[in-house]
Nanobody
Framework: QVQLVESGGGLVQPGGSLRLSCAAT????????MSWFRQALKNKRELVAR???????YYGEDVKGRFTLSRDNAKNTVFLQMNDLKLEDTAVYYC??????????????????WGTGTLVNVSS
C-alpha cells in the first residue's frame, strides 16, 4: 500500500515563502513522476509542477519563476519551494505520484496516488 504524506502548508503574507514536502511510503520499487496540484475554492484542480524520473520539471504558467520543485530519490520525497507568494496562490495543495506496482506498468498522469492535501493560505 502506497501513501503520500504532505507537510509544510500554513498561513503566510503576500511576498512570503513556504516549502511543501511530500514523502511516498509503502510498496515502492520505482517512482515514475511526482507532482503537485492545487485547488482553490470553486476552482478546478490544476497542475502546479511535475517532476519525472528523467527529464525537465514542468511548471504551470502562474508559478514559473516563483516555485521550484525538487526531488530526493533516496527518500522518495519531493519538495515544492514557493517564493513570492500571491493572494491567488491560496489553495489546498495535493501531492500526486505515479508509482507502478509491478514491472512494466505504463506511465500514467496524473498518477494513481494522492495525498490528503495541505492548505496554503496567503493573506495579509
Amino acid at each position: 500500500q502506497v501513501q503520500l504524506v504532505e507537510s509544510g502548508g500554513g498561513l503566510v503574507q503576500p511576498g512570503g515563502s513556504l516549502r511543501l514536502s511530500c514523502a511516498a511510503t509503502g510498496n515502492i520499487f520505482n517512482i515514475n513522476s511526482m507532482s503537485w496540484f492545487r485547488q482553490a475554492l470553486k476552482n478546478k484542480r490544476e497542475l502546479v509542477a511535475r517532476i519525472p524520473t528523467n527529464g525537465p520539471v514542468y511548471y504551470g504558467e502562474d508559478v514559473k519563476g516563483r516555485f521550484t520543485l525538487s526531488r530526493d530519490n533516496a527518500k522518495n520525497t519531493v519538495f515544492l519551494q514557493m517564493n513570492d507568494l500571491k493572494l491567488e496562490d491560496t489553495a489546498v495543495y495535493y501531492c500526486n505520484a505515479d508509482i507502478p506496482q509491478s514491472p512494466g506498468e505504463k506511465h500514467v498522469f496524473p498518477g494513481a496516488y494522492w495525498g490528503t492535501g495541505t492548505l496554503v493560505n496567503v493573506s495579509s
